[in-house]
């Protein structure tokens, strides 16, 4: 296996620095402390005075270059070394670390108690990670541990951890470690104690950012993975699944990525004397008599594919490789003895990536690593899961791929090998309402790429109101795949499902495909600048404690905050509830731009109702959303025709990114590759408070190449009033009204003004005016409330007198909604009715949200 190869395979490792700045070290005979930042302190013991400096599995560079400089003072007090930082103060004996010889003061976190950790405190205030699997969870499962905290402080210790280990100048690794590709993994070859604390207080952007530099970024995902994904674990046939794809297309149901799982070898058919058919490498010639063709017929069809492995029985007799394999391995294929799973040794892991390499030649793009044997190999200290997620991700790379596993979590580090699959739930509103929370404080480990089955996997019950909401939830996710048994009645094809359900999960299976450039600018984001696509509201907003109690609400990158539905509808109101918070400022409703106002500093909390076919999803006042005006166009493409959402109330920006769709080496950088790989299309929106406000998309920068010649764009300004505005295309009027290319429209259910403007050069730089104002949208309270009495199951009589309340009062007639009785007509009517407090909570938004 040749350099060019793995041209790629060792992309995290490239540019690190494992071993720490010389400068800001101190050291004595058996203890080191490392500081890497203000704020990040590696503290080690060692008994025998040897250090690690080598990359470990979780630690891939701790000097931070090229600055690596650390503002730090050192002292003595009364025998014990003080080092001091701007954030942080730590004094230490000197001997083995222990809670009365160790102790790290975190400044800046003023309403805490526990802002002092002595070695060894339990990490009461940690605001969580992620775990490993989901598996067969119905609800919530504990999580481990994140790198943020409430105290502000956070522990990780790497002190079990395996190191890299890279090749000589001849291209020797040492004997007894796992290796492939001229990078191996081995035990440390001393013991000690290897901690990571975390003192950033409230700033946990900046401390995830900081893990992300030490543990490696999570590289930037290829376009296909942010739409659709279609799978279920189903017999499917060649026919069958073909025939699937084509019904999707019909239906006008968009997919980009088609999972195969475990049928698609020989499971059935095993000789019980080889096991089980858990394992297994030989297409089932059943099901699919020429996978060749199979796989072809996907490509053609615009989908990119994996398919699922289980390695843990290695490659059996039975098996199409097994020839091959036992060659390579040593092993008597005359005896028909099994080639044994083992990571360890390097004959296996040739035969193994061999085998792959031969399967993928028929057209598979990546790899499903369905590891779940548990975490011990033949060397101490060695995960499986985290060898086949590193190898399998390093060696997609090679010959120029663009590099993709979808594999579990293995613990810290684990961001560099997206994407990550949750497991088998169970369909659940349990496992439902748990999934938002799991997603955003995943986060806090640094890991943003997580899949989840949406709809649930197993067991449950069939609930189409769930299903709805956990499409809309996956909608908003950072990778949305379909997901289910091999029941014949858990299907997740919408058509199996009755209306409203129906549309709505077309719908928002639409909607996702739609937004993948924004999705995709986010996904630069993430690779760029550590941010996960989702991420906890507290984020943003650590020191308001009404932040942290919306644990199912997040952000969805840059522009929107999203409050999923995950709680049963409410039969009296129709509507589903969630609860959300909103920061200061003003908000709209992504969907029918209605405005909500958060005056409050701490921001507002408050009720929001929907009705099945609709998520609250919220941006803030000068958001700016880029959308794929056709949802069922190529999504391996950058788009000609984009449809762009902007909100009123302030001042925005937005820089779309955009590039080839290839992968190259330097898009191992990412940072570098911003301006060698990427057009940028920047969008600002001067507000002006709405007396002349202007929007510009400017010609794109970079490499612009990447960027189709001309463009259709719709420009839509949701939230505001009727208004005559000026478009001005290259620094002239454009004025295409007379060949119809030029559309302005207005439609007063979203409260949207928009232009339509078609075949324009994408190298010129477009303009809108509004020469008269924008007024901000005046909201439609009757009819929504209206809308909200029509829908409410309830007696007449009583929505007619709530209805006139309304009218009469506004607001003001809240109170007497809670009271509201029906008038006695005659003797007969002598009952009282009152309003189902759901309704009066669903009005109560209407009402009280401007």
Known sequence: MSSQDFQGFDHFLRGMHPAMNPATTLQG??????????????????????????????????????????????????????????ALRLTYDRKPFSKEGLT?????????????????????????????????????????????????????????????????????????????????????????????????????????HDFQKLSGPAPLLPRYALGNWWSRYYRYSEEEYLDLMDRFKREGIPFTTSVIDMDWHLVNDVDPKYGSGWTGYTWNPKLFPDPKRFLDGLHERGLRTTVNIHPRDGIRAFEKPYAKAAATVGVDAEAREPVEFDLTNPKFVQAYFDMHHDLEADGIDFWWIDWQQGGVTRQPGLDPLWVLNHMHYCDSARDGRWPLTFSRFAGPGSQRYPVGFSGDTVITWKSLKFQPYFTSTASNIGYGWWSHDIGGHMFGYRDEELEARWYQLGAFSPI?????????????????????????????????????PYLYTMNWRAAVDGDPIVE???????????????????????????????????????????????????????????????????????????????????????GIVPMQSD?????????????????????????????????????????AAQESATAVTAMTWQWDDGRSPQFVIEAPTGNTSVVP?????????????RSAMQVIVGGEAWDKDLVGTTVVDYDAETMSLSVKLVDVPSSARIQVLFPQGLALAESPVEADCERILFDAQMLYTTKEHAM??????????????????????????????????????ALEEVLLRG
């Open 480 to 516: 949305n795949r379909l997901h289910s048994s091999c029941s014949p009645f858990s299907g997740k094809e919408p058509w199996n499902f009755h209306e409203p359900v129906r549309s709505a999960m077309v719908d928002v299976l639409r909607l996702r495909q739609a937004l993948m």
């Open 631 to 671: 949802p069922l166009s190529d999504m391996t493409v950058n788009p000609r025709a984009l449809d762009v959402v902007i909100f009123p109330g302030a001042d925005g920006s937005f820089a779309m990114r955009e590039d080839s769709g290839e992968f190259c080496d330097v898009c191992a950088d990412a940072a």
């Open 804 to 841: 006139a309340q309304i009218s009469r009062y506004g607001v003001a007639a809240i109170p007497g909604l809670r009271t509201l009785e029906r008038e006695q007509r005659n003797e007969r009517d002598f009952f009282q009715s009152h309003m189902p407090e759901s309704v009066i909570g």
């Open 104 to 208: 790290i003061v975190v400044k800046g976190v003023p309403d805490s108690q526990f802002n002092t950790w002595h070695y060894g405190d339990d990490p009461k205030g940690n605001l969580g990670g992620t775990a490993r699997t989901l598996d067969e969870a119905d609800g919530a499962i504990p999580l481990g541990q994140g790198v943020i905290s409430r105290d502000g402080w956070a522990v990780l210790d790497d002190s079990a951890s395996n190191v890299f280990v890279t090749a000589d100048a001849d291209g020797n690794l040492p004997d007894g470690v796992v290796a492939y590709g001229g990078i191996g993994v081995a035990p440390r070859d001393h013991r000690e104690t290897d901690i990571y604390f975390f003192g950033y207080g409230r700033r946990y952007r900046e401390a995830v």
């Open 536 to 622: 906890p509201m507290y984020w943003a907003n650590p020191n308001l404690g009404e932040s942290y109690e919306v644990p199912d609400e997040f952000r969805f990158g840059t522009e929107l905050v999203v409050a999923p539905v995950v709680d049963p509808m409410d039969k009296a109101s129709m509507r589903g509830k969630a609860d959300a918070w909103l920061p200061q400022g003003d908000w709209f409703d992504f969907f029918d731009g209605r405005r909500y106002t958060a005056a409050d500093p701490a921001g507002r909390r408050l009720a929001v109702w929907r009705t099945i076919d609709r998520i609250p999803v919220f941006t803030k006042a000068g």
């Open 709 to 721: 010649e001309r463009r259709d764009w719709t420009l839509i300004f949701r939230g505001v009033a």
């Open 29 to 86: 005979e058996h203890w080191r402390i490392g500081l890497i930042t203000e704020s990040l302190i590696r503290l080690e013991w060692s008994d025998s005075g040897e250090f690690e400096d080598r990359a470990t599995l979780m630690a891939v560079d701790r000097a931070f270059l090229p600055s690596g400089a650390v503002d730090y003072t050192t002292g003595e007090r009364d025998g014990m070394l003080v080092v001091e930082t701007p």
